[in-house]
């Protein structure tokens, strides 16, 4: 009986502690969003990679994320956006805004709450779907006017991507210069990617294209360096950081079942996501978590060649699809990303180890 007994004490010993044990919180927390990235878009990039040189078989754990919104099955990137920086379901094309007109708080809320830094960095207009979800309160996603304003009234530390017309007044119905507001708030306004990189000062905002970034490879090398740009900065505050980094245009290429179009965009998310994990690995302290806010494209990849880095492309249609999108963690609290989840629980999630 004693056999058995030790044993199972021993056991139940290491169950308690393990459970009672509090996890290390990160001190920064890294959100990667690509747009419209799927599975097959995800294995397609591994593929390109000749495998093991993909940055995405770097990270530990894995897991899937259901993307439905309030009130569609397929989601669009507003309210899948929102579903990552709230932890709350809403109907399509409304940002952070419930049916009953609540504006809701987002993780980067908390985190500046917290004194951490915070801001994002994207290759489409700053005012898109995903970027708007850090700081936009709005019913409908195309309420750029509005927009401008509650960008240039928050509190991120650094805003990178592309869209300046639409802060001129000229281009706008209200007449307002949300630039000015941001110069007020001390902000410095740079209209390059060698502008921002160069930049020493606390508050930046890259407004680097008149309106969409172009895409790859007609860009360059802008997501890699602009986000490790952000990172630098943000990572200056003692208290730590929350970020979102996206590859926009993941989703664009599927949206045009454009192969070559979409290759380049995943090598150039590719570029960044080793430059990201690589400073993460050296800080030790920082969550990383990627997934995609809805699928696009019904993309399959019915043949390709794994030596020379081949993939077979075929869409299904042009518009998004309901399908589950991966999810791949590192860092502290890392493990708590795998498996089924919703996509609200990612925020939720972040929330609990950051105890916001």
């Not at 993307?67 to 899948?80: E, I, P």
């Not at 929102?82 to 379901?89: E, F, I, P």
């Not at 960095?121 to 005012?127: E, G, H, I, Y």
Request: negative net charge; proline residues 5%; contains cysteine.
């Amino acid at each position: 009986m004693r056999r058995l007994v030790v044993p199972l004490l021993a056991a139940f010993v290491l169950l308690f502690t393990g459970c009672c044990a509090k996890q290390q919180a990160p001190e920064n927390v890294i959100l990667i969003v690509g747009d419209g990235m799927g599975v097959a878009q995800v294995y397609a990039s591994v593929v390109a990679e000749k495998g093991d040189n993909s940055a995405f078989l770097r990270f530990p754990y894995t897991g899937f994320s259901r993307t439905y919104s309030l009130n569609k099955y397929r989601t669009d990137s507003s309210a899948g956006g929102t579903a990552l920086t709230t932890g709350r379901k809403v109907e399509n094309y409304h940002v952070n805004w419930a049916p009953d007109s609540t504006r809701h708080r987002t993780i980067f809320d908390d985190a500046i709450a917290a004194g951490k830094s915070t801001g994002f960095v994207v290759v489409s207009d700053a005012m898109d779907a995903t970027p708007a979800s850090t700081y936009g309160h709005v019913p409908y996603r195309k309420m750029y006017d509005t927009l401008t304003v509650q960008l240039a009234q928050s509190q991120h530390s650094v805003m990178i991507g592309g869209g300046y017309k639409y802060f001129l007044p000229e281009n706008r119905k209200d007449g307002l210069s949300p630039l000015d507001t941001l110069a007020k708030r001390g902000y410095t306004v740079v209209r390059s990617l060698d502008s921002a990189l160069a930049f020493t000062g606390d508050r930046l905002v890259g407004l680097i294209y008149e309106g969409d970034p172009p895409s790859e490879p007609d860009r360059g090398d802008v997501l890699r360096p602009a986000s490790m740009k952000a990172i630098e900065m943000l990572s200056r505050n003692p208290k730590g950081f929350t970020m979102m980094i996206e590859g926009s245009q993941i989703d664009w290429a599927c949206h045009n079942n454009d192969s070559a179009y979409l290759r380049a965009e995943l090598a150039d998310f590719e570029r960044m996501l080793h430059a990201v994990l690589d400073w993460a690995e050296k800080d030790g302290n920082t969550l990383i978590v990627v997934t995609a806010d809805h699928e696009t494209g019904g993309l399959s990849l019915p043949d390709g060649d794994i030596e020379e880095g081949i993939n077979n492309f075929r869409f299904l249609w042009g518009s998004h699809t309901g399908c589950m999108v991966p999810v791949f963690a590192y860092g502290p609290g890392a493990e708590r990303f795998s498996g089924i989840q919703q996509n609200t629980d990612i925020p939720r999630k972040i929330r609990e180890l950051m105890g916001w």
